[in-house]
């Protein structure tokens, strides 16, 4: 008898348990958006106009694009609550005594949010809760990239939460670190989960090596952890000058069923 061969899944989409069908719009639509961005960066100039584009996007439209996206990522959130990290932010706020002095709140930014996780806590967190495309009335339409450019505010707290594997280009993702580090207040805290086969299983990423691309943003590690599925990281922000380091595409392991998910950061 033939044993059948696994189905490979990318190493951005995390492997929730939703109905089949959900699983394959994510699966699509993160594979479909690193090729958008993969064009884009090669042709900066009119890469709107570029016809690759315009079909990759037709296509996105196929699928409902991130509307889909983001019900399919609720329905996981809803049946399993281990996805939803700020039960884990909210130990760790607690257990190191994170708090504002009375009369006042952590000012809180969460990244590409299905839901104010934070409503409850609002006596001490005032959320900033943002994503692409909200899928609830509590939730600001705004790209990270962008946002609050013009009037930059500082945050106690970020957030990023099965964000940077969303992001389609290595290059995008250092910039989305280095922005963190720009709107996050000096001794502010950045939270950051990710799938664990994108530090375990890369060929271009490791958990030292990750450690080492915050370390010279001048954020520190102070929790970490990983569950079956997800690599868990606190760090904060020494508030001193950042000693920014490059770090390029570079192979740490080697091997024929490692996944190519990077980090690129330019000094």
Known sequence: MKSRRKRYRPVTEYNIKTPHRDNKVISKLHTINKEIEKISGKKEKESHADPRIISLKKCVEELGGLDA??????????????????????????????????????????????????????????CTAIDLNPQNGCIIKADFFTFQNDEPMLYDIIVLSLVLNFVGSPARRGEMLKKCRAICKPLGHLFIVLPLACLENSRYLSHELFQEMLESLGCNLTASHSSQKLSFVMCQFTGEPSQRKAFPKTVVRNGIKRNNFSIVMTS
């Open 69 to 126: 996206y983001q019900s399919a990522s609720k329905l996981g959130e809803a049946h399993h609550g281990n996805i939803n990290s700020a039960k884990w932010v909210l130990q760790k706020l607690k257990e190191l005594n994170i708090r504002k002095e009375k009369g006042t709140k952590l000012k809180l930014l969460d990244v590409g949010a299905l839901d104010n996780h934070y409503r409850k806590q609002k006596k001490w967190i005032d």
